[in-house]
């Protein structure tokens, strides 16, 4: 565990791997934290010089007042600023790695390190632009529900302070979690996690998003097609995303990397291998 000052505040982050080699960054989602990269941490930290950082306001990461730090363009300087601390000479390749939010920040991410981005590799998770997309369909509007009660100040923060423990796991267990679950899950950072939330959709409403041209380097989506959420995106929707664009679907739910580690690993050599076709699988 180690800690980096980034832009006045603490951010909290677990180190592995090869300080010589590329720099592997993984970005959690919501509810999680760094260590739901724990089943394929031992595969990237063996090719890979692993960072895994906690999110803002999820512990032991600072806390921000408002919205502003929680909000794409913020984190994306935050996450730039981690790089260039762990890589002062700004000369090492970064492989990106995200799920769930964490996808948001590593599509928005990408697009800022040009040259330097050797991969990107999303788990059930779309950037903003691509989210938006989604929303015309009334399909994924209605798996989508659960969203618009995060973006309520106060609602879901007073359920998740009072709801009882087995209720949260149960949430869980039905989009596929299948690792043993904190007893005692930190509900203060459950609630701070609502505001990366309202932090995008802020910048939504204010349509602060930027054009992006597509990314180049080779491009991997492993997407569990039971995800309760999320429907699985085509070739077609992400065409205009990226140029070099591999996607495989896997039988898990919401969290393949954990729910099925090893074809995961299997999948990732194969990819960094340069053994990924362009395709839907």
């Given at each position: ?73 913020a984190l994306t300087l935050d996450w730039l600023e981690l790089i260039n601390q762990i890589d002062p000479d700004q000369k090492r390749k970064i492989v ?181 076709s362009h395709a839907t699988h």
């Amino acid at each position: 565990m180690h800690h980096a000052k980034l832009r006045g505040l603490s951010t909290a982050y677990l180190e592995d791997g090869n300080p010589n080699q590329p720099i592997a960054l993984c970005l959690h989602g919501f509810p999680d934290n760094a260590h739901v990269w724990d089943p394929i941490a031992p595969l990237l930290s063996s090719r890979f010089h692993l960072i895994r950082p906690f999110n803002r306001g999820t512990s032991p990461s600072d806390d921000a007042k408002g919205l502003d730090r929680y909000r794409l363009q913020a984190l994306t300087l935050d996450w730039l600023e981690l790089i260039n601390q762990i890589d002062p000479d700004q000369k090492r390749k970064i492989v990106l790695i995200g799920h769930d939010l964490g996808a948001v920040m590593a599509w928005e991410l990408a697009s800022h390190l040009g040259n330097r981005l050797q991969n990107l590799i999303i788990f059930n998770g779309l950037s903003l632009p691509q989210m938006i997309s989604r929303w015309r369909s009334p399909n994924q509007l209605l798996k989508s529900w659960y969203i618009y009660s995060f973006l309520v100040p106060g609602l879901c923060e007073n359920t998740l302070l009072r709801i009882p423990p087995h209720f949260i796991k149960a949430g869980y267990r039905l989009a596929g979690y299948n690792l043993e679950i904190p007893s005692d899950l930190d509900r203060q950072s459950l609630t701070r996690g609502l505001l990366l939330y309202r932090g995008f959709a802020l910048d939504i409403k204010l349509k602060l998003l930027a054009e992006r041209k597509p990314l180049i380097s080779p491009t991997l989506i492993l997407w569990g097609k039971n995800d309760p959420a999320l429907n699985h995106p085509l070739v077609d929707e992400l065409k205009s995303d990226s140029t070099n664009l591999t996607i495989r679907l896997l039988e898990a739910g919401h969290w393949p990397y954990v729910e099925d580690t090893k074809t995961v690993n299997l999948a990732l050599n194969r990819f960094f291998d340069g053994g990924a076709s362009h395709a839907t699988h």
